[in-house]
């Protein structure tokens, strides 16, 4: 889960008693930078949706942290339980890397939360040390994200060559190397101006650190493919639908994957294609 790119740097889950302190921190952390999920500021995105489902998965899968206000007020809220029980499913998954950031508004004790997980006393340190404890916690990793949301966005605009000097950025170079989201933006640059083998490079480092992931195989045969190695492509055409049996693309073109690489074998044939 770290090597993703988050659509938020931190959520905010909160009991509605508790608003006016779940605000002045949102609003704080925004104001130095960040991205926060604060219901108030989602309600276009809220708007026709199932709550359940939408919370749930902002609070599973897209924020790097998640702050969660501590009070009586939080463990009697059937919302907060259901955003509750989804952090703690992202930090079980997560075991290894700090996601949930406890702040505690009174002596509430919140069933699952570990007594040797780190806390901040809101009572006994105010709103101006929170946030400056919160910010300095985050600092390196939100700094990133930022970078790699706005690489994202100039890609969906189609600018592909400021994207790729954004990620080449040797200040960001070996950070950009530990996130495969990252490293598989580049490699589709790279495989849209047809340069194969560096496309190839990239993806490597990618499929390194995770080789259970679907674009990371599907890419990589692509490039495979497309440089007429067709038996080393039918391989990772086959990882990537075993991952996703039911990615259209993927299944059509291995398909063609395998009639060529068969057609390459034929050694008349093969000499012509090579």
Not at 206 to 230: G, P, Q, V, W, Y
Request: glycine share 2%.
């Amino acid at each position: 889960m770290t090597n993703t790119i988050w659509e938020f740097d931190i959520a905010i889950s909160f009991a509605g008693e508790d608003r006016k302190i779940a605000q002045a921190l949102a609003y704080g952390l925004k104001n130095q930078g960040l991205k926060v999920f604060y219901d108030d500021d989602e309600q276009a995105n809220l708007l026709g949706e199932c709550l359940t489902e939408y919370l749930v998965d902002i609070y599973k899968n897209k924020a790097q942290y998640c702050i969660i206000l501590i009070s009586s007020h939080y463990v009697e809220k059937r919302w907060t339980r259901h955003e509750w029980k989804a952090a703690q499913a992202r930090a079980f998954e997560q075991f290894d890397d700090a996601y949930i950031l406890p702040i505690r508004l009174d002596d509430t004790e919140l069933l699952g939360l570990l007594p040797t997980i780190g806390f901040l006393d809101f009572k006994s340190i105010g709103l101006n040390r929170t946030l400056t404890i919160l910010y300095d916690r985050m600092a390196k990793d939100i700094n990133l994200n930022t970078v790699f949301r706005k690489a994202y966005h100039l890609f969906s605009l189609q600018q592909f060559e400021e994207c790729e000097a954004l990620l080449s950025n040797p200040k960001y170079s070996s950070d950009i190397e530990q996130k495969p989201a990252a490293l598989r933006l580049l490699a589709d640059i790279h495989i849209r101006s047809n340069r194969y083998s560096d496309a190839l490079s990239v993806l490597n480092k990618a499929h390194k650190i995770n080789s259970e992931d679907f674009e990371t195989n599907f890419l990589m045969a692509i490039c495979l493919f497309r440089t007429r190695a067709f038996s080393k492509s039918v391989t990772y055409y086959e990882k990537a639908l075993k991952l996703s049996p039911e990615h259209i693309t993927a299944r059509n073109d291995l398909r063609a994957a395998r009639v060529w690489a068969t057609i390459q074998r034929i050694p008349l044939f093969g000499r012509l294609i090579c």
